[in-house]
């Protein structure tokens, strides 16, 4: 049921099963749920950037390139290996089709580059952006209850059939979407994946935004390998229980259960390499037993003339002067000094990495 204003006979502003209509355009609920997790995402990184020692205006830099980056090979990563999109339907967006594992793989890598053109430490830098990536996904995911997609077996027993715990599945989910699946009296109901790989990223993202809010010591990227052992484990056990019909297994190969336990493989790796690279180096798998202990302790910018300030949210801020008093602008004929003199800027600390 369309809940709409009519102009002109033209359905202009409304609001169905699917999505919303500004202005003739239909925007899919699937859509406004990615969005606003990659709002959320990149709010709660530019925040953790200010917590870390960073420059919290960096994660707009890399919500320019990395974003559009992402879509593109989330797309691309779909057309390649689910064999009822094909590579020649790439460019047909509104019909469906984004990997995260794609969209995951492309902007980790738009976001290597940006950080290595900018002489930034991307180890540190992911470890605030990544572990965000987790909320972004979560809310995702209730993309896929809108379109009606991404579910389980379905359930017989009627005293599971409840929501969340499942979902009804309208046979016609691909016209009137998910919400439609309740007020169809064919539909049936199914496990609901996508609300349980939603609340295992919300639990993951708790977790490594703690650790990330917390912890200061040497080596930085463990927080970024973990996120990769969490949404690999996650994925691998989702994957092979969906529909068969969400499953991307172009040649008969699982290619998202392939890619999902590389990654927690991959990231079991890499931590243990960078402990072990810590340790050499500093005599101790965190910290330092010779040195700086800290991983955060200089200020890092991407940018000139961006010198640290106290503020409270960050861990270092008490190593910073204030901010410089702003002289006010004078009145005509005014003759007000100024509030006072300008504190000349701090520069960062040695000894991070």
């Given at each position: 049921?369309?809940?709409?204003?009519?102009?002109?006979?033209?359905?202009?502003?409304?609001?169905?099963?699917?999505?919303?209509?500004?202005?003739?355009?239909?925007?899919?609920?699937?859509?406004?749920?990615?969005?606003?997790?990659?709002?959320?995402?990149?709010?709660?990184?530019?925040?953790?950037?200010?917590?870390?020692?960073?420059?919290?205006?960096?994660?707009?830099?890399?919500?320019?390139?990395?974003?559009p980056s992402a879509i593109v090979c989330a797309r691309?990563?779909?057309?390649?290996?689910?064999?009822?999109?094909?590579?020649?339907?790439?460019?047909?967006?509104?019909?469906?089709?984004?990997?995260?594992?794609?969209?995951?793989?492309?902007?980790?890598?738009?976001?290597?580059?940006?950080?290595?053109?900018?002489?930034?430490?991307f180890l540190r830098a992911a470890d605030c952006v990544?572990?965000?990536?987790?909320?972004?996904?979560?809310?995702?995911?209730?993309?896929?209850?809108?379109?009606?997609?991404?579910?389980?077996?379905?359930?017989?027993?009627?005293?599971?059939?409840?929501?969340?715990?499942?979902?009804?599945?309208?046979?016609?989910?691909?016209?009137?979407?998910?919400?439609?699946?309740?007020?169809?009296?064919?539909?049936?109901?199914?496990?609901?994946?996508?609300?349980?790989?939603?609340?295992?990223?919300?639990?993951?993202?708790?977790?490594?935004?703690?650790?990330?809010?917390?912890?200061?010591?040497?080596?930085?990227?463990?927080?970024?390998?973990?996120?990769?052992?969490?949404?690999?484990?996650?994925?691998?056990?989702?994957?092979?229980?969906?529909?068969?019909?969400?499953?991307?297994?172009?040649?008969?190969v699982m290619w998202s259960e392939v890619f999902a336990?590389?990654?927690?493989?991959?990231?079991?790796?890499?931590?243990?390499?960078?402990?072990?690279?810590?340790?050499?180096?500093?005599?101790?798998?965190?910290?330092?037993?010779?040195?700086?202990?800290?991983?955060?302790?200089?200020?890092?910018?991407?940018?000139?003339?961006?010198?640290?300030?106290?503020?409270?949210?960050?861990?270092?801020?008490?190593?910073?002067?204030?901010?410089?008093?702003?002289?006010?602008?004078?009145?005509?004929?005014?003759?007000?000094?100024?509030?006072?003199?300008?504190?000349?800027?701090?520069?960062?600390?040695?000894?991070?990495?």
């Amino acid at each position: 049921m369309n809940l709409s204003l009519l102009a002109a006979d033209t359905l202009m502003f409304g609001a169905n099963n699917r999505g919303i209509i500004l202005f003739g355009f239909e925007i899919y609920y699937y859509a406004i749920c990615i969005v606003c997790g990659m709002i959320g995402a990149a709010a709660l990184s530019a925040l953790l950037m200010k917590r870390r020692n960073m420059s919290s205006d960096f994660i707009f830099l890399l919500f320019v390139v990395c974003i559009p980056s992402a879509i593109v090979c989330a797309r691309l990563f779909s057309c390649l290996t689910d064999p009822s999109i094909g590579i020649q339907n790439f460019f047909r967006f509104r019909d469906g089709g984004l990997s995260v594992t794609g969209g995951v793989l492309g902007g980790v890598l738009a976001g290597f580059i940006v950080c290595r053109l900018r002489k930034v430490s991307f180890l540190r830098a992911a470890d605030c952006v990544v572990v965000n990536i987790l909320i972004a996904q979560s809310l995702g995911r209730w993309g896929n209850f809108f379109n009606g997609e991404v579910y389980g077996a379905e359930v017989t027993n009627p005293a599971l059939q409840w929501f969340p715990f499942a979902v009804p599945i309208s046979p016609y989910a691909s016209t009137v979407g998910g919400i439609g699946g309740f007020s169809d009296p064919s539909a049936t109901w199914h496990y609901a994946f996508f609300f349980y790989e939603s609340i295992a990223n919300l639990i993951g993202w708790a977790i490594l935004f703690t650790l990330a809010w917390k912890m200061k010591k040497k080596p930085n990227g463990i927080l970024t390998c973990s996120y990769f052992v969490w949404y690999g484990i996650v994925r691998s056990i989702m994957e092979p229980l969906r529909d068969p019909e969400f499953i991307l297994d172009r040649g008969g190969v699982m290619w998202s259960e392939v890619f999902a336990i590389l990654m927690a493989g991959l990231g079991i790796c890499a931590i243990l390499v960078l402990l072990i690279l810590n340790f050499r180096k500093e005599g101790s798998f965190f910290g330092s037993r010779t040195g700086d202990p800290y991983g955060i302790s200089e200020y890092m910018t991407p940018y000139k003339d961006d010198p640290p300030y106290y503020n409270k949210i960050n861990m270092f801020g008490d190593k910073y002067p204030p901010a410089p008093v702003k002289e006010k602008k004078k009145g005509k004929g005014d003759d007000t000094p100024p509030d006072g003199p300008s504190l000349p800027p701090a520069s960062g600390e040695g000894g991070g990495s």
